[in-house]
């Protein structure tokens, strides 16, 4: 079985910063890619970030230039470097993983469980 925990949310004002941090454990397979998400308070949950094992990343537009995905293949940890916060970042944000046995098996799909970050004055 595999498992995400998540850390780093929290609360901050306009223009600031946090990071994510995301860590994978259990059997992972070389090909995968991890993922943010988030679910904003009464909407539906959508793409933040997304890294390849490959190191291809690829970003929301509503968060281009200002958040940055990266990841430590090692410890299988990706983070989330969120920069200029606005209050419309706030949400709840999932870590999501997909890995797969080759690239054109089924993946299998794992979710952490979520933390919060809001923006507020």
């Known amino acids: 079985q595999v498992q995400l925990v998540e850390s780093g949310g929290g609360l901050v004002q306009p223009g600031g910063s946090l990071r994510l941090s995301c860590a994978a454990s259990?059997?992972?397979?070389?090909?995968?890619?991890m993922a943010w998400y988030r679910q904003p308070p009464g909407k539906e949950r959508g793409l933040v970030a997304r890294?390849?094992?490959?190191?291809?990343?690829n970003y929301a537009d509503s968060v281009k230039g200002r958040f940055t995905i990266s990841r430590d293949s090692a410890k299988n940890t990706v983070y989330l470097q969120m920069n200029s916060l606005k209050p419309e970042d706030t949400a709840v944000y999932y870590c999501k993983l997909e890995t797969r046995a080759n690239p054109i098996a089924v993946p299998y799909i794992y979710w952490g469980q979520g933390t919060q970050v809001t923006v507020s004055s």
């Open positions: 890294i390849t094992s490959a190191g291809t990343t």
């Open positions: 259990g059997r992972i397979f070389s090909t995968n890619s």
